[in-house]
């Protein structure tokens, strides 16, 4: 048997169940005796308190008892002539032989033993207080008269006693073994109920790990597994959506780094075979292009940097709206150059903030430069700043062509561009919003673009 989740829980069900059922059996095979015991003498004492209220209420006294209680019968009956001879009552002893009565005896109002049960307490001596709590007492019309006091060993069972003990004892198998079957079956059930999700997992992780990276699993139940199993589902997509990502991403860098070589190497080669010379323009040109390349490798290095946590910075206190001033002032010619309007609005007074000055105008540069190219002549770009809930939010709003629903989950995505013409043209890389949102989050703060197509982002 192979030491699997399914049959350890299987052998835990039934070993719990083996143990509860162990114990319940021994509890009442241990205190059936007694229970029986104690029904038998409370039984066998109203009896005998019936039969002497009965026998008070005939005499009006104790007198004459002794010889009474030697033929009373165990169950009420009709009260016989005391006057008759004793021999005439008829005999209530069992069937077995062994009279009952002999476990019990009888005292007075006033504690005068009338019927000895107890060796130290022969008749006519006087029992203490004590003596009697145990006792069953014997009252008529409301008065307590005497009671009937019990030995120490308890009376004999009957046969037909004896009997119901061995069926109690019989039931008693039958039901463990019951019990036992039936947790064997539901242990069965439940371990393989709770199994089969794992076991799904593990197929599904297994897969995984073969290079299938969109894996889903049925989810069903709400409770802790079927938690895994929504869990795994999400990774799973995230990782298939990552992979897929870092695939286009190798893509698109071996695309951007394609081109300004291609142009490279053909001005080079061209110049060593003769066919153009190399004038001040063209290696102007070159150069370029490596520049290109460089600052491609630069954001590159600095992504990944921001991934494994090592990004250089050096934060300090600055007043968000001196910082949103400085990065106007770096693009007020631009703006005028284009006819777009460009102004800083920050309404009273914001506390400062612990930011790398430097990084976060490298931020605000890529933000207003991708305002201003999808910014028509004659629009406007805001630089604002709020102050709510304990944050500061710095805003940049243009009033552009804005970006369509389906793609603003992606545009901070490296090397996806929602317009591939326009920077093909500008030779933008696409990773420039991926570049703002880790220098963001590298400082512990956060960004989003909120858009609507035709009316700004």
Avoid at 178 to 198: C, D, K, N
Avoid at 227 to 256: C, G, P, W, Y
Avoid at 296 to 322: C, F, W
């Amino acid at each position: 048997m192979r030491k699997t989740l399914y049959w350890k829980l299987t052998l835990a069900f039934m070993f719990v169940a083996i143990i509860a059922t162990v114990l319940i059996a021994i509890f009442i095979r241990v205190t059936s005796v007694d229970r029986l015991t104690k029904l038998v003498t409370e039984q066998l004492a109203s009896s005998l308190q019936t039969s002497m209220a009965e026998f008070y209420t005939y005499t009006g006294s104790w007198l004459g008892v002794k010889e009474y209680w030697q033929t009373a019968q165990m169950q009420p009956t009709q009260l016989p002539d005391i006057t008759q001879d004793t021999n005439a009552y008829p005999n209530p002893n069992p069937p077995d032989g062994r009279d009952r009565r002999n476990f019990f005896g009888l005292v007075d109002a006033d504690r005068i033993v009338l019927v000895s049960v107890d060796p130290k307490y022969p008749e006519g001596s006087t029992v203490p207080e004590e003596f009697l709590k145990e006792g069953f007492p014997v009252t008529v019309d409301g008065q307590q008269v005497g009671t009937i006091i019990t030995a120490s060993t308890p009376p004999g069972f009957l046969p037909e006693e004896n009997l119901f003990l061995k069926r109690t004892n019989q039931a008693l198998l039958l039901g463990v073994v019951g019990a036992l079957f039936i947790a064997l079956v539901v242990g069965i059930v439940l371990a393989r109920t709770l199994t089969r999700p794992l076991r799904d997992l593990t197929q599904a992780a297994q897969r995984i790990a073969d290079g299938n990276l969109e894996q889903k699993v049925k989810v069903n139940s709400k409770d802790e597994i079927g938690n895994l199993a929504t869990a795994f589902n999400q990774m799973s997509h995230e990782v298939a959506h990552q992979s897929l990502l870092r695939k286009q991403m190798t893509a698109d860098i071996a695309h951007d780094l394609r081109t300004p070589l291609t142009v490279i190497a053909g001005y080079i080669e061209s110049m060593q075979d003769g066919v153009l010379q190399p004038t001040p323009q063209r290696l102007a040109l070159i150069y370029s292009e490596i520049e290109r390349l460089q600052n491609l490798v630069g954001d590159l290095r600095m992504l990944s940097q921001a991934d494994a946590g090592e990004l250089p910075l050096n934060p300090q206190k600055i007043e968000p709206s001196l910082l949103l001033e400085r990065s106007a002032a770096l693009f007020q010619h631009q703006a005028e150059k284009q006819q777009i309007t460009l102004v800083v609005h920050v309404p009273g007074v914001l506390p400062k903030i612990m930011v790398d000055e430097a990084r976060m105008l490298q931020v605000f540069d890529n933000l207003i430069s991708n305002a201003f190219r999808y910014t028509p002549v004659g629009g406007k770009v805001t630089l604002s700043g709020k102050f709510q809930n304990d944050k500061v939010t710095l805003i940049v709003n243009d009033t552009g062509s804005g970006i369509a629903i389906e793609e603003q989950p992606y545009i901070f995505d490296r090397f996806y561009r929602v317009d591939v013409s326009r920077h093909a043209d500008n030779g933008e890389s696409g990773l420039g919003l991926a570049i703002v949102k880790a220098l963001v989050e590298s400082q512990l703060g956060k960004v989003w673009a909120e858009s609507q197509p035709d009316h700004g982002t």
